[in-house]
């Protein structure tokens, strides 16, 4: 069993591992946060225009950095997890952190979503529309996966930057929060679906993925 005065005794290891910790976290939240904003942000602007070989091998590349990111984030999160077991126990106690576990948990299942489905119709649609190719029920699909990736990678970083909530706010208060946003934003996908077409588009040499 862990010394709760591990901290006391060796100052320095605890100082240096909550470092190390910190660092890799942060890189974890920014490559997962940045690539997803991109390929969110490739595919939204993109949405009306055919997809071309060089946007499919974007998309699948970002997809491969998201996916690293958040790796990085499980293993951090848990070395942290350790880390206040180890040398600072009352923060087991802190809500803010048992809903940013939970978030990211959703982020991690719709990762698998997003391989397991999404990237591999995006491949399927060289030549056509992306989303104009797919039935209503499939665009909502897609969309709706967007829209949550983006708000809980927004809303882990968030729950990170604001110490302000640290044993102040509870758990099911900033899930009720994360909810309702994540609901927004399922409801939005819905006004951005079209009527489908399958048409195959002309692609021109050069690529179409926007800079």
Known sequence: MFDA???AVYPDLS???RTGLRVLHFVGLVLGLGSATLLDVFLF???RQPVTPDLAKLAETAGSLVSAGLAVLWVTGLGF???YAAF???RLENPKVWAKVAIVLV????GIFIHAVALPQLRASVGRVFLSSLSPVRQYLFLSIGMVSAVSWYGAM???????LNFVVPAQMILALYGLVLFCGVCVATMLVTPPHDKDLPISGQTNAPL
């Open 158 to 164: 968030l729950l990170g930057a604001v110490p302000q």
């Open 5 to 7: 005065n591990l901290a």
């Open 88 to 90: 600072d126990p009352p």
């Open 107 to 110: 982020l991690s299942i719709n």
């Open 81 to 83: 997890l350790i880390y």
């Open 45 to 47: 602007r993109s949405r």
């Open 15 to 17: 100082q240096a591992l």
